[in-house]
DNA sequence: CGGGCACTTGAAGACTTTCAATCTGAGTGG
DNA sequence: CCACTCAGATTGAAAGTCTTCAAGTGCCCG
């Protein structure tokens, strides 16, 4: 067929890392869903709010942030094609976090209700899901002892190792390109730095030959030096399951 | 009975946000599993270790840490009584964490086939691994926001406030008491602080009369004004489900 | 009683923030 | 087509926070 269908970044993730029979990818296309287009800035999912379905990015980017008493924003995870961004969990609350589109955002609902059904009823789905969930957390892990024992370099640098590795599906190489979708000040908010801080730090960068700039697009010249800087292990974002 | 069963603490755990049946809970504690018990400083879980088991926490604390590549130590999180320490998922790969006793710990290794085998049959059971997962992802980005966005009297206490959540069943109250199962390096790694300045926040914070200390044991005169310094929301440790 | 580890303290210096402007490019309306 | 506007990016200087280095203290355990 010409036209994918458009939950195919969805199976396309569940399936990256596990055996996953075609009866089961054919019942995870056939889930009920709607698609939603949101521009850049719009909120995909609010504090406090409760929902009743299971969103996923078909493409863009999307960031995940909280506030902090005095009203400081802090950026807590990137989300590109593919991500859940709500795990299907039955008991799951109100939302902690807002999450908010980057660039121009396609994103699925799934009705939670059939989400679950999908869950139980195929395994191998349900297995996906938590490799997922695993991936999830093992980022949001090292997102933490990246702010925690990095300087400013390593922090930022991290960062666009993972939006590069993201945005490539094959991960980073010598001379590849992205355009950031994080502006000057998501980054201060998504590595604890300030605005100013985060510029002298890209020129920093830039000074030492790790990346070149463009407004926000960006050339890694040499990827294994930048992700050697960064600490940057591609191990959520390249397939696991070999060739 | 007299004599509490071993995996009380996990079905607590699974059944303190929803609803589980009779039946279920008595596969849950059927489960067989082995419990082992290590004493403060040794290691639970290596990195690059892969294990065929699920790991869940009985009694004492642990902490679950990665290195930067100059060797530094930033602990990620802390677990306690009822938490698991390995998510049950087929595909994972080997460890990206260390996981170490703070405290004498006992834990229950359930076979990892088994516990997928309780997971399937079980609907109710995944629900509650789930909640769980949901869960420690919320704590993760708690962290990634503690980190990014407060200052250090802020990061000690809300690392505080987690832990007088953990001990204290129905959470903090004026005048609670615990003893901190970190040392004041444990703290700094665990805040991206240096021992030093750790040292100096305690005391500042107690100068504040936010804590009171003797030696690891501290006390809290006032909850309330702790939390809020800390920001901290107990929702992870409080049970949701209504008396 | 000695050794070791955790904790404490002081002073100097490095890294970051703060505050305040200025600059730039993109989009708007005249 | 150009002036206008605005958000994002950039810069400088001063002030803070936090780290580093180095040394001293106290407590537990063998």
Chains 1, 2 share one sequence.
């Not at 660039?103 to 997922?132: K, N, Q």
Request: overall charge positive; proline content about 5%.
């Amino acid at each position: 067929m010409s036209v994918a269908h458009p939950l195919t970044p969805l199976a396309q993730r569940l399936t990256a890392r596990l055996d996953v029979s075609q009866e089961e990818v054919a019942a995870l296309l056939a889930v009920p869903h709607q698609e939603r287009r949101l521009s850049a800035g719009a909120s995909v999912v609010k504090e406090g709010e409760r929902t009743n379905a299971c969103l996923i990015v078909l493409s863009g980017y999307a960031h995940r942030h909280r506030f902090s008493a005095k009203g400081l924003r802090h950026i807590i995870s990137i989300h590109g094609a593919g991500d859940i961004l709500n795990l299907p969990s039955p008991q799951s609350g109100p939302s902690e976090d807002c999450v908010q589109a980057l660039t121009p955002l396609r994103v699925a609902a799934i009705p939670l209700e059939s989400m679950l059904a999908l869950r139980r009823a195929y395994p191998a789905i349900a297995d996906g899901l938590w490799a997922e969930a695993e991936t999830e957390l093992s980022i949001a892990r090292g997102w933490i002892a990246n702010m925690g024992r990095r300087d400013a370099k390593g922090r930022i640098a991290h960062i666009i190792c993972e939006i590069v590795a993201r945005s490539c599906p094959d991960g980073g190489f010598d001379g590849c390109v992205v355009t950031l979708p994080l502006s000057q000040a998501d980054l201060a908010d998504a590595t604890g730095m300030t605005t100013v801080h985060v510029n002298r730090t890209l020129r920093a960068l830039e000074q030492e030959a790790m990346i070149l700039r463009e407004r926000r697009r960006v050339t890694i010249p040499t990827w294994r030096s930048l992700a050697e800087l960064a600490e940057f292990k591609a191990i959520h974002w390249a397939p696991r399951r070999a060739g």
